[in-house]
């Protein structure tokens, strides 16, 4: 009876901190949106959404040259920002628990390195498929993203034919590092790209426009819905190889399905606003802690939270130094370097 009572008194802590992190992270997006050289509250804010969304609700007190701002350049970058964090963020928390490692994350592992190297090959070659449009830079960065963790799969499987997750994890940078000598040869062939390659290669959400975002949500959410309903496949990988062997999952398809979905979302990011490191690593970690490590609550949850994270980094990188713009790659960085040393070390320390 006693732990009836705390399983249900647990889950409804749980629960009502589910509501409070989706309340926080609407209120974070209408602040990042309203913060800049022009100041829009967020009740303005959700008015002008709520109108500009359903055609209701009164802004003829609003100055039009603020809902023009607000809708044509503010909420796109936000929701680009928002939804590059939350894909980085699932990505990071996806692998972390099929390969067992706080410290797994498709920046660890060249996913994030080889989706640049495929949109750098685009950018700088100035090619152009009819047939894709604008989907082009969210493929290349998918395919070359794909073929960076195959060859990381393929390279670890010599060596450990279980796909051992220090194997993996040891590969994946030293491709990761393969990877970025080959993206700086291209850089240096760039010619008067090369700065642009440059300042993208940082990470920016400047220009970021709505058919951005209109191509990055059904990427998120597909991966989200796939990746959410084979939760329980992957709660039991994360248990060891040999356990979920003995309760019948083929555990070498489930890590490559789970792999090739990582990559998509990590690809489908990158292509657009370049590498962004660190979070696919601080929000998936945060999001255990607090929440416990079911992967039903916390691939969702990891999505949320890396999204409001990553907005708000755009948010101080665009503001910041005013009206020059920080690349929002160096703001993750500083706050996600320390985190990252201080998790190895807490893992060291565990490891003895």
Not at 146 to 170: C, D, G, K
Request: charged share 10%; with cysteine; hydrophobic share 55%.
């Amino acid at each position: 009876m006693r732990a009836s009572k705390s399983q249900k008194s647990n889950g409804g802590r749980q629960s009502a901190a589910v509501v409070i992190l989706a309340v926080l992270c609407l209120f974070v997006l209408l602040v990042c949106a309203g913060t800049g050289s022009v100041f829009i509250s967020a009740k303005e804010a959700l008015a002008i959404l709520v109108y500009q969304l359903t055609g209701r609700g009164d802004v003829s007190e609003i100055d039009p040259s603020t809902i023009s701002i607000l809708w044509a350049i503010r909420l796109p970058r936000v929701a680009a920002a928002f939804l590059s964090g939350g894909a980085l963020s699932l990505s990071g928390a996806v692998m972390q628990t099929i390969l067992q490692n706080p410290l797994a994350s498709s920046y660890t592992l060249g996913v994030s390195s080889g989706a640049s190297l495929g949109a750098a090959l685009v950018i700088v070659s100035g090619a152009t498929i009819p047939v894709l449009g604008n989907l082009l830079l969210p493929a290349a960065g998918f395919a070359f993203g794909l073929l960076t963790i195959f060859a990381v799969i393929v390279i670890s499987s010599r060596i450990s034919t279980s796909l051992q997750s220090h194997t993996v994890i040891l590969m994946g940078m030293a491709v990761s590092l393969f990877v970025n000598a080959m993206l700086t040869l291209v850089s240096s062939f760039a010619g008067d790209k090369a700065q642009q390659l440059i300042l993208w290669q940082m990470g920016s959400f400047s220009g970021m426009r709505w058919y951005h975002a209109g191509i990055l949500f059904p990427i998120c959410i597909v991966g989200l819905a796939v990746l959410t309903a084979r939760a329980g496949e992957l709660d039991i990988l994360s248990f060891g190889d040999e356990n979920a062997l003995s309760l019948g999952v083929n555990v070498r398809r489930a890590k490559l399905l789970a792999l090739a979905f990582a990559s998509l979302l990590t690809g489908a990011a990158v292509c657009f606003t370049g590498t962004i490191g660190f979070v696919d690593l601080i929000a998936p970690h945060a999001v255990r802690r607090i929440f416990g490590s079911s992967n039903k609550k916390v691939l969702p949850l990891s999505f949320l939270a890396g999204g409001a994270f990553m907005a708000l980094c755009d948010m101080i990188s665009r503001t910041i130094l005013s009206p020059r713009e920080l690349p929002v790659g160096a703001v993750t960085a500083l706050v996600g370097t320390p985190f990252f040393i201080w998790l190895y070390v807490k893992s060291g320390k565990r490891g003895g």
